[in-house]
């Protein structure tokens, strides 16, 4: 059974502090993603990485930051989290793609980040 | 600029009833195209792809319809069901144009399906 695991379900922090959400996904795969998603605006790409060190900005990278150190883990680091970064965030993988047909992106549960 | 459109933000449709979401790209790089169901407080879970190679592809209560002349799909839903109720999210992506797989989303369509 696929599964991608985000270490918390909820969390609140305060203007300013330093937030890291974790990812860890079981399947081996290549791709990893963190998205946001917001009332009315769907599902917005932050930040992607195909390869353990590599990292792409998406669509929304301000005010945020990645790291992947081991194939299985991609964390996203608020530097110095504001209000406006409340918001559900999704974890994800897929693999590479060889051809059209297996990009199929696995999701974790969201994590629901409250900042004050 | 918008590259996966889903115009309508919500739709309400009868138990037992064919509900369809619509969605429209641009980019006519996409190759591949994804439907997948989120409830509130989870993740996004797959629901059904389709290949640009094909036009239709079928799973149980769940067809997708792809016309790549007018860069338009759909997802049928037939019959409804009270727990197809969820926000329904369009994605697509370009293997062949050097995207690495990452999946452009829709803003998502509210299915609400009444008993």
């Known amino acids: 059974d696929v599964k991608v695991t985000q270490s918390s379900r909820y969390l609140v922090k305060r203007t300013g502090e330093k937030v890291f959400l974790e990812c860890v996904q079981d399947?081996?795969?290549?791709?990893m993603f963190w998205y946001r998603q917001d009332p009315g605006l769907g599902l917005r790409l932050i930040y992607f990485s195909y390869d353990v060190k590599m990292k792409e900005k998406g669509d929304i990278p301000e005010g945020y930051s990645v790291s992947r150190e081991k194939k299985e883990r991609f964390s996203l680091i608020l530097e110095s989290a504001s209000t406006n970064q409340t918001s559900m965030y999704l974890c994800?993988?897929?693999?590479?793609?060889?051809?059209?047909?297996?990009?199929?992106?696995?999701f974790g549960q969201g994590t629901r980040l409250t900042v004050v | 600029d918008q590259q996966v459109k889903q115009n309508s933000p919500s739709l309400s449709v009868q138990e037992g009833r064919i509900s369809i979401l619509n969605c429209d790209y641009t980019?006519?790089?996409?190759?591949?195209f994804l439907w997948y169901k989120k409830y509130p407080a989870e993740g996004p879970t797959f629901l059904i792809s389709?290949?640009?190679?094909?036009d239709k592809n079928e799973d149980g209560r769940f067809t997708v319809f792809l016309n790549k002349s007018a860069k338009h799909l759909s997802l049928h839903i037939v019959p409804s069901q009270p727990g197809d109720s969820a926000v329904y999210f369009c994605?697509?992506?370009?293997?062949?144009?050097?995207?690495?797989?990452?999946?452009?989303f829709g803003k998502g369509t509210k299915l609400s399906v009444k008993p």
């Open positions: 994605a697509a992506s370009a293997v062949f144009g050097g995207s690495q797989g990452n999946l452009i």
């Open positions: 399947m081996d795969h290549e791709n």
């Open positions: 389709i290949s640009s190679i094909k």
């Open positions: 994800a993988s897929s693999l590479l793609p060889t051809g059209p047909g297996n990009t199929e992106a696995f």
């Open positions: 980019n006519s790089m996409f190759d591949y």
